[in-house]
């Protein structure tokens, strides 16, 4: 049964679920015969999915004809096993969820799908963007990120693909390997959503303890402050306030913590540095990586 196409039908809206590439390339491909102009949008997660992941489906369906999601599971960008054995995975509950929200193609490949066992994984020259920040900490991860996407890419040759700032590097390296393999897909990037108090939402937060998922916002309100003391008192000494904030915390334990020109991702000292600066910030909060930023 998983290996056709599935059209689950509930109060007249229905989802297409496949685990094949090839059966999801044909179908687009013969709807792009039917109508040449039709757009696909396409969202790729690794499921255990959130209201974040839902604001990229629902710009996906606003702008497109239609709305490819995917769930998988990278190995390739995982460092620790522990990370991807642990990671969680909630498959009915996310497909209720996209179907709730309209999506019309579910994609949920096997590894040997998305890599078949003639795949050679490649290495794309990012120039320099997949060893620093994000990339020092998880060798080996935006390659990975970079041969699944490009496979993704080829499978369904989406003309738009969405992605969250959430992972802002991931932004970057998406839109070099698009020109990298030189195609006209537009890669769009969303606002971060984040849970009422401030915390950047993400699959991995329900792995915090209760209490720490409500006192985890003070990652959110240190940007913030940030943002509004950096003009007064300069950008680095704004910087070491919350450094030193999350030195004094419990169970917290600082990654990173750095501004970057939001086009090259190169750090900077001073607001006149750049036109458009971001910072960028990894804490493990009770063992948990907690990833955001924020322009400023
Ligand atoms: P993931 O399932 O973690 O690989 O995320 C899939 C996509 O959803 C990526 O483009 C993420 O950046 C995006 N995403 C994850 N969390 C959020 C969030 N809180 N707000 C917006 N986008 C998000």
């Keep these: 049964m998983w290996n056709v196409l599935v059209a689950f039908k509930v109060f007249f809206l229905y989802m297409i679920l496949t685990k094949r590439a090839s059966e999801l390339t044909n179908y687009l491909r013969e709807l792009k015969k039917q109508n040449p102009q039709l757009s696909i949008g396409f969202v790729p997660t690794m499921g255990a999915l959130h209201n974040g992941h839902l604001s990229l489906i629902y710009e996906s369906i606003r702008e497109n004809d239609r709305t ?94 969405y992605f969250g700032q959430k992972d802002f590097q991931q932004t970057v390296v998406a839109k070099m390997l698009v020109d990298l393999m030189d195609t006209d897909l537009e890669i769009r990037v969303m606002p971060i959503a984040r849970e009422d108090h401030g915390l950047a939402m993400s699959s991995r937060n329900r792995r915090l303890p209760d209490h720490a998922r409500k006192s985890a916002n003070f990652i959110y309100h240190g940007l913030l402050k940030i943002k509004e003391t950096a003009p007064e008192i300069g950008l680095q000494a704004a910087i070491q306030n919350m450094k030193e904030d999350i030195l004094k915390r419990d169970n917290a334990e600082l990654e990173y913590l750095l501004a970057v020109n939001a086009n090259t991702i190169n750090e900077v000292q001073n607001l006149s540095d750049a036109d458009e600066i971001v910072i960028l910030t990894v804490v493990k909060y009770y063992d948990v990586r907690l990833l955001d930023n924020m322009y400023i």
């Design 68 to 161: 490819v999601c995917s769930i998988f599971v990278n190995p390739t960008q995982f460092g620790e096993k522990k990370d991807l054995e642990t990671y969680p995975k909630p498959i009915e509950q996310d497909m209720q969820m996209l179907m709730d929200a309209g999506t019309d193609i579910l994609f949920l490949p096997e590894v040997d799908e998305v890599y078949p066992p003639d795949y050679e994984h490649q290495t794309f020259d990012l120039n320099g963007l997949d060893l620093k920040i994000e990339g020092e900490m998880r060798p080996g991860h935006f390659q990975g990120v970079c041969n699944v996407l490009y496979r993704f890419f080829e499978i369904v040759e989406p003309t738009r693909a």
